[in-house]
Structure formats: structure tokens, C-alpha cells
């Protein structure tokens, strides 16, 4: 192993050169007209990873996003299979104006390489590519089956992965999976992920008079959407963040002591958390703590509001019709489907007959919770910790990672969450980046962890 961790270090640049190219790709899952870049963008990872040695490489189609899949069996039959999971798809990366270099023309200043999906997730994917091809190139083996499944549709809900677990899980068999698409505490302080949201999304679009009207000759007579709209909103959620959806918390399980506990002690900056997000004060529940609601409590979001005249100056109108998108974070064992219906009833229940509404919904997913008492978990740990000479805290996470609910109820894998990531990475945001030294270091905890993995009991 020892040869292998000094092939990868001597190795480091041309991992940065390979990772700018991946990174110039504008793979977008949720546009339809980036599908031909996503298509390039697994072209491309399918590619390297054939020239790392990987076999039975393939690009999968769906009704989507292709799905990349490779593997390296011939660790043995007593040796275990990891299955490790990834997305190569990112976020759209607007506003523009507030990137300080091209989303998509990688950028390396001050060891943070800047880029749409450096951190989330293509960085993170390549770490692991890198750790198999130090291996292949060194001791010619790997010390455990390896098999990677990594798709174009994270960001979406991955809607075709589930669809291809399901007729195809056998393809996918293993003895545990590998995640790398969360983040560590800080600068050398590992954290292993156990615990991640779920998610389900509406859109109410509200619909008034059939064409926009002169706000003074039917104002007074005519329901606005946007008022309309703006008094529904009003009734999700109080001014404390309580959801007020009925039915909405019924299957909320609660924290248990231990796991209050936990959380208690967990070391989070709060100062340096809150000047990370810019806003002025933290805000939530105020019965729980932040670290609680940060990772623990489910949440209500409008994510974008829009209707009326929003061009320069004023224009009298009333509005045809007011749209908002909604999305809920879920916690065990909430149901994306029942909650969904919960929110449609409510808010027709709560709508004026003076407008139509219709609810549009979209993919969701279910929470993951995952025991921190099995043996992949306890390799992990152990191959952090000797990268990181760091003690490893474990966390809950506030996004999602919608399949990893499927590895670990629908195919029995015990998962484990490795990140590499830092809170500071900005994904989803303008300049987003992806601190080097944690790719270096991811690249050596995954050759580690695969060791380790291998006699884990
Ligand atoms: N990598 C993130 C999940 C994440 C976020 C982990 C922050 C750790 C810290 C993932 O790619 C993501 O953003 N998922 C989406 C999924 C959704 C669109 C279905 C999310 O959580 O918004
Ligand atoms: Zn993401």
C-alpha cells in the first residue's frame, strides 16, 4: 500500500490537469439543452476510467442521463465488493455576474481549484478513480472488488438510477457502498455523514383573471394571485418555522437521548458558520439546537416566487397569475409521497374560490439513517483518521442524496458517507470551489479505506 499512497502523491498534478477537463464540461442535468454535455461528461469519466484499469466499462443509457458503470472483480470471492457511488451531473450555475471567473473555465487560486461541481460532485468522483488507478498501476490488484455506478441525474432526484436498481440490481450486488459527496467539519477534521434529508417539491401556480388587467378599473372587484399566493405562503409555516400543514410531523420519529447527546456535543462554530452564510442572525425552531435543525428537522423552503410586472419602473396591473416553488426537507420516516398529498389538501383548503390552483409536483426522496456500528463504517474511521491524524466526528446532513436510502433499504448495503468537501465550498452557489489538499487527501483515504475495507470485521 505504501507504494501505491506514493504513486498517487507523486502523481498530483496530472490528477489536477485530468480533473480541469471534467470540470469544463457543462454537464447540467436539469436544462435540456445541456444533454449533450452531460452525454460528454460520462463519455469522458467512462474513458478515464478505462485508462485507470477499471473493466466492464459502460455507459448506460436511460430515458435521461447516462449512467457510467465499471468494475474490477478479481479480489477474490471471500474478499468483499464495495459499490461505489457518484454524480456527475451539477447545478445550473447562475447567477453568472456573481462568478468571479467562467463556471465552467476551472480556475486553481489560493489551492481551491473554482468550478461548477469541483466539490459536488465530480472532484469527489475522480478521488476515487485515481485511488483505483494508484492501486492498478502499483500492485497491479485492488484488495477489494470494486464496482462504481455513477450518475447524471443527482441533482434531479434520480429518477432512472432508482428505475435501474430496480430491474437491474443485480448488476449492483455488493457488501457495502461508498459515498463521497458530503463534507468534512473543517480544514483536517474528518466527519463521516449519518444521517441525510429527504426532499419533496411542489409548485403552486395560481391562476386569476384570464388575461392581466387594469389594476384600477377591476381592482377592488378582481382577486389578485400574487396577494392570493403571498396569504398561502403566509400559511405553511409560522414565523418561527414551524410547518403548518396538517399531518405534516405525524411521522417525524423523534431524536432518541443518545442521540441528542450526540448532537449536543458536537463541535460546530457557530461564529464561523454564520459568517460563512453571510446572513445576520441564525433563525429556526427555537425547541431545538441548530446543529438539530440543521440535520434532524424537516423544513419548508419557498426556493423561487414569480408572477407580475418585474421589469424598471411601475406598471398598474393586476396579475394573470402567481407561481411558487416549494421544497421540503424530510427527516425519518416521513414519506414524500403522503407529505406531498398533505401540502395539495391543504392548500386547496385554504384557497379562495376567487382563482384556480393547481399543484405540480416533482421527484422526491426519503431520509437515510445510517448505524454507525458496522464494520465499513469502522474501516472508514480508521483510514480517515490515519490520513488526517484527526479524531473523525460523525454528523448529520441537511441535503440529500436521494439513491442512498435505496443502498441501504432496497439493496441492504451498509453505506458509508465519506466526504471530502469543506462547509465553505459554496456548491450550488456562485464560485463554487474544491480545496486541493482534500483531494490529495481523499485520494489517500480511499486507497486506505480500501485496505482497510478488506480485512474489516
Ligand atoms: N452533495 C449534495 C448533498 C450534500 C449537500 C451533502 C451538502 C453534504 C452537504 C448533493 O449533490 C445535493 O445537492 N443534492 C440535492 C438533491 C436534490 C436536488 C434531490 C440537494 O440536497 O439539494
Ligand atoms: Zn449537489
Redesign the pocket.
Known sequence: MLETLQFAQQNHQNYVTELIEFLRIPSISTQTDRNDDTAKAAAWLAEAMRNAGLENVQVIKTERHPLVYADWLHAGQDTPTVLIYG?YDVQPPEPLELWESPPFDPVIRDNYIYARGAA??KGQVYIHVKAVEAYLKTAGRLPVNVKFIVEGE????SRNLYHFIAENGALLSADSALVS???ILGKGKPAL?YGLRG?CHIQIDITGPGRDLHSGSYGGGINNPLNVLAHIIAKLKDEDGHILIPGFYDRVRPLSDEERELLANFPLDKGAWLKETGAPTAWGEPEYSLVERLGARPTLDITGMYGGYLGEGTKTVLPSYAHAKVSMRLVPDQDPHEIVELAEKYIRSIAPPSVTVKIETADG?QASLIDRDTAPIRAASAAYEATFNHPVVFMR?G????IVERFESGLKLPTVLM?F?LPGDR??SPNERFYLPNFYAGIETSIRYLDLLSRAK
Request: net charge negative; charged share 25%.
Open positions: 454524480h459536488d460532485d443527482e441533482e434531479i432526484g459527496d458530503s463534507a455523514v426532499i426522496s446532513e441535503g440529500s442524496i436521494p466526504g468537501g456548491i450550488h
